[in-house]
């Protein structure tokens, strides 16, 4: 019996998600720890009216966090930033795109 609960604390462990301040952001590659890829990452931060602030690489590196932490990832790697210009939805718009990733232990 005893054997079925570490399984289930090891399993529910293996799946918990982090909150996304936990999640480490980097431009770069991770070359000093293995890791395992969850998937790539876009967001987009929209200045909706004319009134609203601009969007800011703080704002896209927060919802990076939140989708990382969504997928249950440590960490968001390769992180780029792109303008997305003024559109019929918004007044500008700033992309951030990276790889979520995992940590092997």
Known sequence: MD????????ATAATAKRAPTDITLTDG????????????VTVTVNKTTLFHPEPTRELVNEKLREKGAELGADAVI????????ISMMSWGSLEGKGRAIKFLQ
Do not use: F
Request: charge should be neutral; proline fraction near 0%.
């Open 29 to 40: 590659d991770v070359v000093d720890r293995r890791y395992q890829s969850l998937g790539d």
């Open 78 to 85: 390769l992180v780029r930033y792109g303008n997305g210009g």
């Open 3 to 10: 054997t079925n609960n570490a399984d289930v604390k090891t």
